[in-house]
């Protein structure tokens, strides 16, 4: 079984909401991602955890929060976004980070700031 | 820094044409390569991956092989399908993350 989950698949947020997202993953991988991705854009690297700490912050603003309760649960917690923070939002796992081991991606939650 | 030189698309075919999708980086050491597809609405799906020189990875009747000496990752098919209509991604393996190329849009018609 190689599968990501995530949810929500759709999410439609005013810009003073705080909303979160949600994904899971039963492979027993150790490195979790976030990545945003735009329309007809390759997806951008937001944040690495490894071992449930996070490693990697690729200088994302502070209106995005990732928590990664346990091994298998990763969170993103969304307060005061912009119009411009709509995109699609994907979730990765990987046996490790770094190193030769595939990342496997959820499909998204789509996510619209009004 | 790592980084993905993909072809630019869109690319447009027919059915049971024969498909190159270029891919050349630069990194330093070798990293491990991959191709990744994105069908419409959804995520990333891991096509096919090589971890060292020479390798070829295959998936799906797509090929690609990793090429040491010209630094190229180039994914090919012998015959397309109009399921095979998506975006492709190139990436590799960088320090902790993957580095991704810009994606080639392929329609595939019947």
């Known amino acids: 079984d190689t599968e990501v989950t995530q949810t929500p698949k759709h999410l439609v947020m005013g810009m003073t909401n705080k909303k979160s997202l949600k994904c899971e993953q039963h492979?027993?991988?150790?490195?979790m991602y976030w990545y945003k991705q735009k329309a007809k854009k390759p997806p951008e690297l937001m944040f690495v955890y490894s071992y449930e700490k996070l490693s990697i912050n690729e200088s994302v603003p502070s209106r995005f929060s990732p928590e990664c309760p346990n091994s298998s649960l990763l969170n993103l917690h969304l307060h005061a976004l912009q119009p411009e923070d709509s995109a699609l939002y994907l979730c990765?796992?990987?046996?490790?980070?770094?190193?030769?081991?595939?990342?496997?991606f959820g499909p998204g939650t789509r996510l619209t700031v009004l | 820094g790592d980084s993905v030189t993909q072809m630019e698309g869109p690319v447009t075919l027919s059915e049971e044409a024969f498909l190159t999708i270029n891919c050349t980086y630069t990194?330093?050491?070798?990293?491990?390569l991959f191709w990744y597809v994105q069908y419409p609405g959804e995520g990333l799906q891991l096509l096919l991956k090589?971890?060292?020189?020479?390798d070829k990875g295959s998936n799906k009747g797509f090929e690609a092989t990793y090429r040491k000496e010209t630094t190229s990752f180039h994914l090919e098919k012998g015959s397309v399908q109009v399921s095979d209509s998506a975006v492709y991604f190139c990436?590799?393996?960088?320090?902790?993350?993957?580095?991704f190329g810009q994606g080639t849009r392929l329609t595939i018609n019947p």
């Open positions: 990436a590799l393996e960088g320090a902790q993350k993957l580095v």
């Open positions: 090589a971890t060292k020189a020479d």
């Open positions: 990765a796992s990987s046996l490790r980070a770094g190193g030769p081991d595939t990342q496997y």
């Open positions: 492979m027993g991988h150790r490195a």
């Open positions: 990194a330093t050491g070798y990293p491990s």
